[in-house]
């Protein structure tokens, strides 16, 4: 049999550009994460070589440079939505991700609920992950996004977004699945930080 994915070529090569844009956007990246990190099993059975952990062994190998940004959309909480392929709300998964990635020895330093307008279920999660001692910051609906360039770009847009406080170079973001908003959460930072 072939093999597809050569794992320690794509560690190496893989975060040694992840380091290299580092120091393109003059230390500090925020990189948007989707998908499987820690069990990808589809990816291993359809591609010879490649692990159901390939990914999160890359990221390892950068972790003291790595801080982590966990993304949910409030009204993914507010609805009880459930991931699929695990059976568990969003909310739960926030939590199994923060004890992933403490197991692989990495900093999650924050959680952002994004879509925040004071949700109950929302504001009893937020209340929780400040209970375990994680930080949680609110980021807002913003009408028209994100289209609507001249609110988003402004003050009532990203500029009324909680800024999230990061202390390495590299802030990873991601999130219990689609549409909580890591991108939104990404420009925002980049709007507050300049």
Known sequence: ???GFDHELYTRTQSEKIMERVGQFGGKLYLE???KLFDDNHAA????????DSKIAMLAKLREQIEIIVVINAN???KNKVRGDLGITYDQEVLRL??????AQMTVGS???THWASQRNAQLFRKKLRSLGVKVYMHYFIEGYPGN????VSEKGYGRN???ETTRPLVLVTAPGPGSGKMAVCMSQLYQEH
């Open 1 to 3: 049999m072939n093999k």
């Open 33 to 35: 994460l989707g998908g």
């Open 45 to 52: 059975r359809v591609l010879p070589g490649f692990r159901p």
């Open 76 to 78: 993914d909480i507010e």
């Open 98 to 103: 923060i004890d992933a990635f403490e197991a």
């Open 111 to 113: 959680v952002v609920i």
């Open 149 to 152: 360039v001249d609110l988003v």
């Open 162 to 164: 909680d800024f999230v």
